[in-house]
């Protein structure tokens, strides 16, 4: 009496492997679109800059931003600068991230708390983390810890607002079956309220992610000696533009990797949600 | 019919519940006492709000009563046992495991890892279940009946001496329904665990019970256990019979009284 499932079960998985194949070269043509469009951009970009004569310190064109890269790369300076700013938005996120789990978990799990402190939250929030910057600055130097507690700081917000609502998301149900287990604390967090949580925390933490990048260079705008948002500004005080896109276009890359390796991880952890 | 041993397996002796809804209190319970003994199945039933599933969340110790007292195997009570399963109302798989890593679920729990044999275990009971093909399919990818087979499958390897159910099949279709029915019936003769279960069906209880407990509206009372004396094995043939009527006429008219 189960042979009409099996079949029907066998029949989806077929249905799945066509759909897989045409998704494969839809996914092939994506591949494709998005180095396109890259490319597109910079060719009108130098198209821009040819036609319009446009002078070096308000539009450099591709090949100069090009050479500079290749310049500043020579002399192992731009690799200081990267390793600053990576380090800073590693260490705010380890930073920000950890708390925010911390907090978020035991928000989530405490209505009360929860009740209590999010007038509080919010508030904080709402305060523009440029605005702080300059505060976090004088209290801590201008060296590397007030970038991390800025990045931290900016980071925090997403990450823990994702795991509150994803650990008062996990089912009830789920909750009474671990006590009629009789599950241990850590049990309980290891296999049922960290894994339903965590597709929904995976949403603050690519937030958080992107925005860790906003936070080091907001932290090195209001005053440091190396870092990319460092050579932004003093690309900035020296006119010398092309300075400024090879370190606003490395923020890019750096963006783009955090992403990848959250979005990478997500994949992973969660692939069940896709099957 | 099988004939139920005389000690008790569960007692229930005066256990009450009340609620707060924030404003007013809210007897959920009136004290209610009963006995479960060894192999039998009992079914609950009584209108909605008669406080059934409060009772089995109490007897599973989810939830602590009130007043009154309860006695598993001789002993008194009042925390969840591993040796009572549980199987809710929802389905309640955890979607990010396949079946098979859900079904073993408990042994994981209570063991810390799951040997070969119980492995092997586990994969047997899921093929009884017609689950061969589907250990590592997950949930999502079942049909409801499906999925609480899986339920009861993880629930029985855990080889409870007493199942306690909360309307297992309420949200499933007539016919699947009443397949589970039948193969509940099989396990639980093959097994010989004790089973309460609560139901909506008038002739889902009558079907599978040794005795019929009805529940009164809120605050829920037990106004009658009407013992079903129908030969066993059964199968749904027995629900067109003259005698399985007038057992399921009788148990309506109880419920019909309390409204």
Request: aromatic fraction near 8%; charged fraction near 15%.
């Amino acid at each position: 009496m189960f042979d009409a499932q099996k079949a029907n079960f066998t029949l989806r998985a077929e249905r799945k492997q066509a759909g897989t194949w045409r998704a494969g070269l839809a996914q092939y043509r994506m591949q494709l679109a998005t180095p396109l469009v890259l490319v597109s951009v910079i060719a009108l970009w130098a198209l821009l800059v040819t036609w319009q004569g446009y002078p070096p310190f308000i539009l450099p064109s591709p090949a100069l931003v090009w050479q500079k890269f290749l310049l500043m790369a020579a002399d192992g300076s731009l690799l200081l600068h990267i390793g600053v700013t990576l380090l800073e938005i590693l260490l705010g996120l380890f930073i920000g991230l950890s708390t925010a789990f911390a907090l978020g978990y035991l928000l989530g799990r405490h209505h009360t708390l929860e009740r209590i402190a999010s007038p509080y939250i919010v508030a904080s929030q709402s305060i523009p983390i440029v605005a702080i910057a300059p505060l976090i600055v004088i209290w801590m130097g201008s060296g590397l810890a007030s970038k991390v507690a800025v990045t931290a700081l900016i980071t925090f917000f997403p990450t823990l607002v994702a795991t509150i609502v994803g650990i008062r998301s996990v089912d009830p149900d789920l909750h009474d079956l671990m006590r009629s287990l009789r599950a241990s604390r850590w049990q309980l967090f290891w296999k049922l309220e960290l894994p339903a949580a965590l597709p929904i925390i995976f949403g603050g933490l690519k937030l958080s992610a992107t925005l860790s990048v906003v936070g080091a260079v907001v932290g090195e705008l209001m005053g440091a000696n190396a870092g990319l948002g460092y050579l932004v500004n003093l690309g900035r005080g020296l006119l010398d533009t092309p300075m400024m896109f090879v370190a606003i276009l490395l923020l890019v890359v750096i963006a783009q990797a955090l992403h990848f390796v959250v979005a990478t991880l997500e994949a992973r952890l969660l692939h069940w949600q896709r099957v | 019919m099988t004939t139920p041993s005389q000690t008790p397996v569960f007692v229930v002796e005066g256990v009450a519940k009340g609620f707060t809804d924030g404003y007013r209190p809210i007897q959920a319970l009136r004290p209610i006492s009963f006995e479960l003994y060894a192999g039998e199945i009992v079914c609950l039933v009584g209108p909605s709000g008669s406080g059934k599933s409060t009772l089995l969340r109490i007897m599973g110790g989810l939830i602590p009563p009130d007043a009154g007292a309860m006695w598993f195997e001789g002993r008194p009570h009042n925390a969840p046992n591993t040796a009572i399963g549980f199987v809710f109302q929802k389905t309640n798989l955890m979607p990010w495991r396949t079946i098979l890593q859900n079904v073993l679920l408990p042994i994981e729990i209570q063991q810390g890892k799951v040997s070969p044999v119980q492995r092997e275990r586990a994969e047997a009971m899921l093929a009884t279940m017609g689950l061969k093909d589907f250990e590592h399919a997950y949930p999502r990818q079942l049909s409801g009946g499906m999925n609480q087979r899986v339920v009861l499958a993880r629930t029985l390897l855990q080889q409870p001496r007493l199942l306690l159910m909360d309307e297992p099949f309420g949200q499933l279709d007539a016919l699947t329904r009443e397949r589970l029915n039948l193969e509940l019936l099989r396990l639980q003769a093959a097994e010989g665990v004790t089973i309460l279960m609560v139901t909506h069906s008038i002739t889902e209880a009558v079907l599978l019970s040794d005795r019929v407990f009805v529940l009164s509206e809120r605050p829920g009372r037990l106004i009658a256990q009407t013992p079903v004396p129908l030969p066993r094995p059964r199968d749904l043939t027995l629900i067109s019979t003259p005698d399985f009527g007038a057992i399921a006429t009788q148990v309506r008219s109880l419920i019909g009284e309390t409204g």
